[in-house]
């Protein structure tokens, strides 16, 4: 189990009763102008859109400010020409609610001709540069992206039974499908020459815009999925990525997890990412077992000791957006009224995982807004 001393423990007790505990010594910390503070803070996030009020009401109630949001299901109906104006609304209904979007997470157009390295591919390409354009221009500074091609963030089974009967997410190698998909085999090789095709072309302009590139890494973290071979799979493959086109815009989404899935040192690469500045977002999310069978858990009882990697950060001098990821889903969870609940989204699981961050962060003084 994650190690907590006492006071890590009795704040994160504390934090989780009013969802918005911060140090005494945080609080009276200067405030730049923008409401942000001048040293700089972790930004804990949700992802949450800015169309359902109740979700806007609850973040403000929980303490969270800050919101990473979606473009690519607006600006894939649009041209290009009016990606700026589209991209600026989006920011503007945020901030009327009172939430500053610190990054996109997913493309923000889609990319999956560029990942599969098919036909169209440029077509993608030029809109994903525009799309870059127009977030530089409104200040919206990062993007969260991938390139796991075909197949996305993949579990077997999507209501694993875990801690108290809640509905957790896991994956067992052993249980994948056999065969292959309709995109049939793509080789190692040919998915390094379409991610290095992407980089080439993207980076710069990114750079251009001021725009940060936090790549996540292929979830699970196996080498191949029904013949598509998977890259980003271990710190090895994120040296490889920001020596293609180096660039200070070019970096990570820090998974705390799938990292630990790969078998990295966490503190480590922590340490040695924050230190080079390539560490742009992170996800926060426990677990137990292996690469190739595993069960995400709720953050307080996972194998991997979070506080020492929270820790490790701030000792790098990292300050980006944070948000809890895949929380299980708890009794009497709902979205709202919602029949579906997504799994890995569910709303109180949600609330658990910021209140752990918040508390731990808290408890170690660790600044964040």
Known sequence: MPKLNRREYMQSLVAGATMAAVSSAAMDRPRADNGRRADGDFQVCLIWGDSDPALVT???????????????????????????????????????????????????????????????????????IAALRALGQVGIPMVCYDFMAGIDWYRTDMHYPGRGGCAALSFKLGDVPSGLTKWGRISEEKMWENITY???????????????????????????????????ISPAAYRRVMGIVPSSVNGATFEIAVYYL?????????????????????????????????????????????????????????RVPIRPDHDPIVTGDAYFGKAQVHPGYGILGKIFGIAYIKGTLASRHIPYV
Do not use: C, W
């Not at 894939?76 to 589209?86: A, H, K, L």
């Not at 980089?199 to 936090?214: G, H, Q, R, S, T």
């Not at 690469?269 to 709720?298: C, M, P």
């Open 58 to 128: 609850l973040s403000k109630q929980i303490g969270v400010t800050h919101a990473i949001a979606g473009t690519a299901s607006a600006l894939s109906q649009i041209p290009r020409s009016q990606y700026v104006d589209t991209v600026a609304k989006i920011k503007a209904r945020y901030e009327k609610e009172g939430l500053t979007i610190a990054g996109i997470e997913s493309h923000p157009v889609p990319a999956n001709k560029i990942k599969l390295g098919l036909p169209g591919r440029d077509e993608e390409i030029e809109n994903y």
């Open 198 to 232: 992407f980089l080439k072309a993207v980076i710069p302009e990114a750079e251009k815009a001021n725009v940060k590139m936090a790549l996540h890494p292929d979830d699970p973290p196996v080498p191949v999925l029904r013949g598509i071979h998977r890259i980003i």
């Open 262 to 318: 790969m078998g990295a040192d966490l503190e480590a690469v922590t340490r040695e990412f924050g230190r080079e500045k390539k560490i742009f977002y992170i996800h926060s999310r426990n677990l137990r077992g292996t690469r190739d069978n595993f069960v995400e858990t709720f953050q307080d009882n996972g194998v991997i000791d979070l506080g020492e990697v929270y820790q490790a950060l701030n000792d790098s001098g990292v």
